[in-house]
C-alpha cells in the first residue's frame, strides 16, 4: 500500500517512471471525473501494477534510471496521470497525450459535482472551487466566500477537507519483482492484466525491445515526427517503425527487427528518416501535395524508402524521379496496400531489389489488367474523402489551373500574395440541394480550388452568371481549370451532364501528367524543392452539415477524445475496394486502443454498412447518435445515473407560456414532417424524455447543430427549427440571454431572415 501523496512525490523524484512500451496517455475529461467522484466517495478504484526493478538500461519515460531500485507502472497509467494533473496543475514527465482531460477541474461544494471550466455555469458563483487550487492552497482558503452563512461554511469546509484529504488514500500495489526480468516476460504480463484496456502493438513490442538496448529511440523517432509536422505532415511512430524496418531488414514483418542490431537500428533509422525527407521533398516539389491532408498513399512511402536505400539514397536522375513519382500516384488511386498489406509490402520490398522501379510498375499493371489509364468514371466519387480528391488537387498545382478572380496559376511561390486555397463548389449548394441528392452536391467533379478572397466574392452566384464574367476578364482561365465550354451547361437543371463533361476533361489532365512522368518525357522539370509552407483547404462557410460535424470533432477533442480522419475512404482489407467514405473515422476507437473502430457515415445509401459491422466497425449515421452514444458512456465513465443527468435540464413548473411552447414544439415536429418531409424522430423521442423546454435547452447547449437542423437546412426550412421557435416574441421570456444569443447566431450563420422581439 502507498499513499496517493508518496506516489506523486516519488514520480517527482524520478522513483516512479513509465516503461518506453507503454503508449500515451487517453483518457478523456469524464474519466477523470468519474476518478474524481469515486475517490470522493471513497469507493475503490482499483490497484497498481509496478515492476521493481534495478536494471540500469532500462528505457523509461519520465526520467533516467540510474542505479538504485525504479518502479515501472505497468496498470494503471492513466489513473496515476490524472491525479497526477489534477493535484499538481501539470502533467507528470513522462506524459504523452491531452492534458486537457485533467485541466480546469471544479468542485461544487452545493450539489458535490465535478465538472470542468464552464464560464456560463461558473463565473459569479462562489460554490464552484477549482479543484487544484484547492489541493495546493487547502480547505480554509475558500472560507471567506460563505463567511456570511455559518452553517454553510462548516458544511462546505467539510466537503473540502474530504475532497482535499484524497491524497492520503492508500492505493493497493502489486509489484513484479526479479532482477532476471527481460522486458518480454513483463510485456507479456501487461498485456494479460492490461486485458480490458489499450493492447500492444508488435510495433510496440518491437519498439520496447529496441528501447532496451537504445533508450533514446523512441525520442529521437518522435523529434522526427515533430520536424514533419511542423512541414504539414503527419505520421505515426508505427509508420516511421515501419519505414525503419524496411531499410533495415528489407522486410514487412516487424518480427524482422530481431536480428537487426542496436547499431544497425540507429543506421537504418537515420536512413529512413532522410529517405522519407527525399520522397516528401519529390512529392510536394513535383505534385504539389504539399501538406496532409491532400498527401495520398502513406503505406506506399516505405516501399519508396526501401528503393531509395538501394539507391544509394537519391533518385538516379529527373526521370527516375518522376517514374517512382508514377508509380506511388497509381499505387495511391487504386488501392495496392488497402488489402494485406504486409503481403504487398514484402511482395513489392522483393521487387525493388530485383527489378527496381519498372518491377513495381509492372506489377501494378498485372493488378489493373494490363492498364493504368485513368477513366472519367473514376472521378465520380464525391466529398473530399475521394481517393480522387488529392489527384484533383495535384493537377491543379502542377497543369497550370489558374484562379477564377486574379487570373494567376495557383502555385505556392503564388500563394503568399493570394492568401491560401479553398475548395469551391462550382455550382453552389444551395442552387442544387432541392433538385440532386447530397452525392451528386459534393460530387468531386463540382469541386475546384481557388483563392479564399475569390471564393468569398463568388460566394454562392450560379456558373451560368459568373463565368462570362471570368472569362472576359481572364480569358482561358475556365478551361485551365477543366471546365466544360459549352454555356448550357453551366445551367443548374443541366447540372448531371456538366459532371459528366468536367469528368472527361479531368480524366485526360490526369492520363496526360501520369504518362509524362511514365516516359520521364519532361526531363527538364524542375527538381524537387524543400518542403514548402502548408496550404490549407478550408471548406464553404455555408454547409451545415460540414459546420455540424466539425463542431461535433472539436467538442469531442475538447472532452479528451482523439482526432479523427475526415472524409476518410475506407477499404475493405480482404477485398481491396472501397466500402465508405466516412465523414469521420477514428481507425483506433474513440479513444486510442480503446473500443472498437467508429465510423460516421452521413450517406448510408452510398456505403457499404453491413460489411462495416461485419468488419467489427461501430457505424453511425448521424452526428446526434454518435454524440447521443458519447454522452451515455461519458455518463457511465463520470460517475452519473441517467437520473442525474437529466435533472440538469430540468424545466421550470408548467405555465401557460411553457404549454404553449410544448404545443409549439409538437407543431414543428408535425410541419417539418408534412411541409418539410421529414420525420425527426430523434427530436420526438427527446420532447418524451426531457420535455419540452428540456429539450430546446439540451439542443442549444449542445457543441453541434442537431441533425435536424441539418436536414431543415438542406430543405430550406430553418422555420422550422427549435432556434427558431425559442426566439418567438412569445417563448423567448423562456430562455436566458445566452440562450437566445445561440439561437439567433446560429440562424445568421447560414442565412435565415428571422424577427425577434
Known sequence: MAKLSTLLDQIDSGTVLLPEFQRGYVWNQDQVRGLMLSLYRGH??????????????????GGLVGSGTHLLLLDGQQRVTSLYGVVRGRAPAFFEGNARAFTGLY??????????????????????VAVTELFQNGPVSFLTRFSENPAEARLYLERLNRLSQITEKDFPQEKITGAERTVDEVVDIFNRVNSGGTKLSKGDLALAKLCSQWPEARSSMRGALARWEEAGFSFSLDWLLRNANAVASGRALFDALEKVSTEQFQQALSGSVDHVGTFLDAVSGRLGLDHDRVLMGRAAIPVASRLLELNGGRFTDAGHRDRVLFWYVHSALWGRYAGSTETYWQQDYDTVAESGVDGLIANLERARGGSLEVHSHDFEGSTKGSRFYPLLYMLTRVKGARDFGSGLELKAELLGKLSSLQVHHVFPKRALRDSYERGHVNALANFCFLTQQTNLEISDRHPEEYFPEVEERHPGVLASQWIPMDPDLWKVENYLDFLAARRELLAEAADSFLSELASGSD???????????????????????????REMVDELLR??????????????????QVIAVAEAFWPDGLQHGWGKPVVLELDPDQ???????????????????????????DQDAAGESAEEARTQGEAPADSPVTADFGRAML?????????AGYTASFFLGMLSELGPLGTARKLLHAPAVSDGFANLWERGRLDLTVEALVLRPEFSPLFTEEELNRARTRLEQFGHRFLDA
Open 44 to 61: 475503490p478504484v482499483g490497484s497498481l501494477l509496478l515492476w521493481e526493478t534495478s536494471a540500469d538500461d532500462m528505457a523509461v519515460r
Open 107 to 128: 468542485f461544487n461544494v452545493d450539489t458535490e459535482k465535478f465538472r470542468f471550466y464552464q464560464a456560463n455555469l461558473m463565473n459569479g458563483d462562489p460554490h464552484w
Open 523 to 549: 526531363s527538364t522539370a524542375e527538381a524537387a524543392e524543400p518542403l514548402r509552407p502548408v496550404v490549407v483547404v478550408a471548406g464553404e462557410p455555408d454547409d451545415a452539415r460540414s459546420m455540424q460535424v
Open 559 to 576: 472532452l479528451g477524445y482523439a482526432e479523427p480522419e475526415l472524409d476518410a475512404s475506407i477499404s475493405d482489407p480482404e477485398r481491396g
Open 607 to 633: 456505403a457499404d454498412l453491413p460489411r462495416l459491422q461485419e468488419l467489427g466497425y461501430e457505424v453511425f449515421t448521424s452526428v446526434d447518435s454518435l454524440l447521443g452514444f458519447v454522452n451515455r458512456r
Open 667 to 675: 407543431s414543428v415536429y408535425e410541419r417539418g414532417k408534412a411541409e
